[in-house]
């Protein structure tokens, strides 16, 4: 079981807007800010957002993220097939001495 | 450009130590301003943190991993490593090495090695 909740699949059609929740606790999103990785099929993670609702150089516009409380979005709007992956939420946990929570992942379908 | 690299056995049998090695090429684990860590993934299932390491020594480990990992660096050859004792089948996955900022704000992974698979099997 995953410290963040997430969907297991979410799924849009081009051009839509689509947004993945992640739900956390006190010990990590209700006090951390809020990270997001996409992965591509057979590729490694890639940092999509960090600090909630930054984006890395070289990351669309399209991808926003929030948080409020114990709980983060991650939104993709203007949908492209190539969105298509899976995407996960981090956070830093502070239970347990500290470590990073992830979230169980949510499988993006274009359709 | 800072690339990451991990290199290690793909096989491992049960109850042995799996040990991951990771080259850090184009900066330095020796930097102030970063950790380097291992995140894990199992086949067609979803990431896992191990555990980040510092310069200074310090480190923080997945307290469901704790009591199975260590996680060290070597600044002469800009290198960091993995050991997890006691594999099982369970531990089968994808193992990455990545590197973090620092604190809360900083916990989260800007670069990331390719990934080697480690599986468990006699």
């Known amino acids: 079981q995953s410290v963040l909740t997430q969907p297991p699949s979410a799924s849009g059609t081009p051009g839509q807007r689509v947004t993945i929740s992640c739900s956390g606790s006190?010990?990590?999103?209700?006090?951390?800010?809020v990270n997001w990785y996409q992965q591509l099929p057979g590729t490694a993670p890639k940092l999509l957002i960090y600090s909630s609702n930054q984006r890395p150089s070289g990351v669309p516009d399209r991808f926003s993220g929030s948080r409020s409380g114990t709980s983060a979005s991650l939104a993709i709007s203007g949908l492209q097939s190539e969105d298509e992956a899976d995407y996960y939420c981090a956070a830093w946990d502070d239970s347990l001495n500290g470590h990073v929570a992830f979230g169980g992942g949510t499988k993006l379908t274009v359709l | 450009q800072l690339q990451l690299q991990e290199s290690g056995p793909g096989l491992v049998k049960p109850s042995e130590t799996l040990s991951l090695t990771c080259t850090v090429s184009g900066g330095s684990i020796s930097s102030s301003s970063y950790y380097w860590g291992w995140i894990r993934q199992p086949p067609g299932k979803g990431l896992e943190y191990i555990g980040s390491?510092?310069?200074?020594?310090?480190?923080y480990y997945n307290p469901s991993l704790k009591s199975r990992v260590t996680i060290s660096g070597d600044t002469s050859k800009n290198q960091f490593s993995l050991k997890l004792s006691s594999m099982t089948a369970a531990d089968t996955a994808v193992y990455y090495c990545?590197?973090?900022?620092?604190?809360?704000?900083?916990?989260?992974?800007?670069?990331w090695g390719q990934g080697t698979l480690a599986t468990v099997s006699s």
């Open positions: 990545a590197r973090s900022g620092l604190g809360t704000w900083g916990a989260y992974f800007d670069y």
């Open positions: 006190s010990s990590n999103i209700g006090i951390s800010p």
């Open positions: 390491f510092y310069n200074s020594g310090s480190t």
